[in-house]
């Protein structure tokens, strides 16, 4: 069963490029209720932790470095059908591959540095939630 929440991060590209505005307003625009929100940056360990589902790949360690390289904005996001509406809102992980006026076609620089995070699954999401918030940062 679906939930109505989803997670997300705008990764260090995304800060460090400016717009972190503008993809609040994309994310707001589209119907999404912020339920928890915060700005920080990713420890060594806070990013081996999170991607640990990647540890064996080859692009771990590259990608530990990067979300590790600046601040992120992590939040949940609150809507019906979160997880599917915003995997389609940000678009395809390759911004040459997602459609126009997804976040990642407009502010993703490449398939590595592509701007935003997005739970992949329901389950994902509770978990990628209750790992950068605990109950008492949650509306």
Do not use: C, Q, W
Request: charged residues 30%; hydrophobic residues 40%.
């Amino acid at each position: 069963m679906a939930t109505n929440r989803t997670f997300t991060m705008l990764k260090p590209d995304a800060i460090e490029n400016g717009y972190l505005g503008k993809v609040l307003d994309m994310i707001v625009g589209a119907g999404f209720e912020i339920k928890a929100m915060k700005y920080t940056r990713l420890s060594e360990d806070e990013a081996k932790k999170f991607y640990e589902v990647h540890a064996e790949r080859p692009f771990y360690g590259e990608l530990v470095e990067y979300m590790t390289s600046g601040p992120i904005v992590a939040a949940i996001l609150e809507k019906d059908n979160a997880v599917a509406d915003f995997r389609a809102l940000i678009g395809a992980t390759d911004p040459a591959e997602a459609e126009e006026g997804t976040i990642r076609k407009s502010y993703a620089e490449s398939k590595a540095k592509n701007a935003v995070h997005g739970s992949d699954s329901d389950e994902n999401a509770a978990i990628e939630g209750e790992f950068h918030f605990n109950a008492a940062e949650i509306f």
